[in-house]
């Protein structure tokens, strides 16, 4: 079957075995002038982390394929049967940028920007969660396997399961799970725990979440938990099904990145990055969604103050920020934009000359190619965020730094800092301790750099984006056949 054609068959004819779904498909549409141009794999960690899973599996993945108010047709892509997923342009507003992104993304990361909370939002999410519950249930052949994706759909397992009891349910949480204290403040804390725990299997990426998670369905649904396994009773009190919850670390695709670190023209475009720099002695990079939890302004007020002490000087140093647009309705990214914007230009402002920037600010997405390049021509890696599940650009920094050379600056409230334990581990929060961790980097001696990178470098080269999906699919596969015996 040629790509991007629409099959001539129903995809889930009989059905698919394995299922993902997610808030959104694995694709972006080519943007021209032909409406009807086609799709490529889109970037991201999500995407990042299941497309290989889903090219060696007979798979469906359902989702959002971007645009409001469109109904299109299931396609085949890339060797995957995608089902797209209708969303209007009131539930965009509603559901993702509300519900999804103003109440529960903010709540979820510590409350780092204040959550609100609407009655009409969580209508509309529970409106959407069903819409995709129901998605699935069609797509999925009997017995089958359906893998549920992150926060945007926590209600899937539990309407999933009552409408089809033979499933096997994953679900897995990509951003982290709050402390109680901080969830309690969700008027629907109790429909949130019931939804994700029609599953049977719930992974989040860090022990810490898990117990968060735990501790929540024993506090506000008063359940019986006992060695990460919930005893989940239906609506009528009756014994329903054990869900267990575990922590998997997500990662990268090792062998994507190395490649691409590897072939000659992308190591000849890192060489040219520098160039355009003018050889600076020092290149930092950062590189992030445009998004408040990622520390960008406290990255950018460490670093103007570096050049404002003389500790770093424009002529030696320069510091790459990939801004990528994110959300850009939602007030508290816009909001985030101006801030960022302002720093870079006053920072700029003050310290560049004709010769030197200071912060080379690029507000765009690029392609994995050109990050790899970036990768490779940075000698410090900025990673700042003041709450984040994983942070993949870290893994995807160390992966692709083949000669163990370079430095990670890496916040301790990321996911990636479980991991990698040998990176230069910063609180965001602490700027002088930020700036001295930035000029300690930029003047780490050649062997510890080295010592450094291989540890970390041998830490993600046995725990690969496959052996995360494998964990985590053997997990569930194995809990079924025990619930079975
Ligand atoms: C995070 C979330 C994903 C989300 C991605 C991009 O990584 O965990 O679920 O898809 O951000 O955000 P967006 O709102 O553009 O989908």
């Given amino acids: 079957m040629p790509e991007d054609t629409p099959p001539k068959q129903p995809?889930?004819?009989?059905?698919?075995?394995?299922v993902v779904v997610s808030n959104r498909l694995p694709v972006d549409r080519i943007s021209t002038e032909d409406s009807d141009a086609g799709w490529r794999r889109a970037p991201g960690g999500l995407v990042t982390?299941?497309?290989?899973?889903?090219?060696?599996?007979?798979?469906?993945w359902v989702g959002w394929h971007g645009a409001p108010d469109e109904v299109l047709e299931p396609f085949h892509h890339?060797?995957?049967?995608?089902?797209?997923?209708?969303?209007?342009?009131?539930?965009?507003?509603?559901?993702?940028e509300g519900f999804s992104n103003s109440t529960l993304w903010p709540l979820y990361h510590d409350v780092i920007a204040p959550p609100e909370f609407h009655r009409t939002w969580w209508d509309s999410y529970q409106l959407v969660n069903t819409r995709f519950a129901e998605a699935a249930a069609q797509a999925a052949a009997p017995n089958a396997t359906v893998w549920v994706q992150d926060y945007q759909l926590q209600l899937v397992p539990q309407y999933l399961r009552a409408l089809r009891p033979d499933l096997r349910i994953g679900f897995f949480n990509h951003i982290p799970f709050p402390s109680p204290e901080i969830f309690a403040q969700m008027p629907w804390r109790k429909a949130i725990l019931e939804g994700l725990l029609g599953a049977d299997l719930i992974g989040f990426q860090r022990p810490n979440d898990?117990?968060?998670?735990?501790?929540?369905?024993?506090?506000?649904?008063?359940?019986?938990?006992?060695?990460?396994?919930v005893h989940v009773k239906d609506a009528a009190g009756r014994y329903s099904h054990i869900a267990r919850a575990e922590p998997f670390p997500i990662s990268i695709d090792v062998c994507q990145i190395q490649e691409l670190a590897a072939r000659p023209d992308i190591i000849a475009r890192s060489q040219q990055i520098r160039e355009d720099l003018g050889n600076p002695k020092t290149i930092l990079l950062?590189?992030?969604?445009?998004?408040?939890?990622?520390?960008?302004?406290?990255?950018?007020?460490?670093?103007?103050?570096?050049?404002?002490d003389d500790k770093v000087k424009v002529e030696d140093a320069s510091l790459i920020q990939v801004?990528?647009?994110?959300?850009?309705?939602v007030e508290t990214y816009k909001q985030l934009r101006e801030d960022v914007e302002g720093m870079v230009g006053r920072i700029n402002g003050q310290f560049d000359t004709i010769q030197n920037t200071a912060i080379r600010y690029l507000h765009h997405s690029y392609p994995v190619e050109e990050m790899v390049a970036l990768y490779l021509a940075a000698d410090v890696m900025l990673v700042t965020a003041l709450r984040d599940g994983m942070n993949l650009v870290a893994k995807e920094y160390v992966a692709a730094r083949t000669n163990n050379t370079g430095a990670l600056v890496l916040s301790e409230f990321t996911g990636a800092a479980d991991q990698l334990k040998q990176a230069l581990l910063i609180n965001p929060h602490d700027i002088d301790g930020l700036k001295n961790t930035i000029v300690r980097a930029i003047d780490l001696p050649r062997r510890e750099s080295g010592r450094r990178m291989r540890a970390m470098r041998k830490q993600i080269l046995a725990h690969d984006v496959q052996r995360w999906s494998d964990d985590f699919l053997n997990t569930l596969a194995q809990k079924a056949i025990r619930d079975d015996s």
Avoid at 323 to 329: D, I, Y
Wanted: charged share 25%; aromatic share 8%.
């Fill in 210 to 229: 898990t117990a968060n998670f735990l501790r929540s369905a024993r506090r506000f649904l008063g359940a019986g938990v006992k060695a990460k396994q």
């Fill in 49 to 60: 982390a299941l497309a290989p899973v889903m090219a060696t599996r007979d798979g469906a």
């Fill in 286 to 308: 950062g590189v992030d969604r445009l998004d408040y939890t990622k520390g960008i302004t406290h990255r950018l007020k460490a670093y103007g103050e570096l050049l404002l």
């Fill in 11 to 18: 995809i889930h004819e009989g059905g698919s075995d394995f």
């Fill in 323 to 329: 801004a990528s647009p994110s959300r850009e309705r």
């Fill in 78 to 96: 890339e060797s995957m049967d995608l089902i797209p997923v209708p969303l209007s342009s009131d539930e965009v507003e509603l559901y993702y």
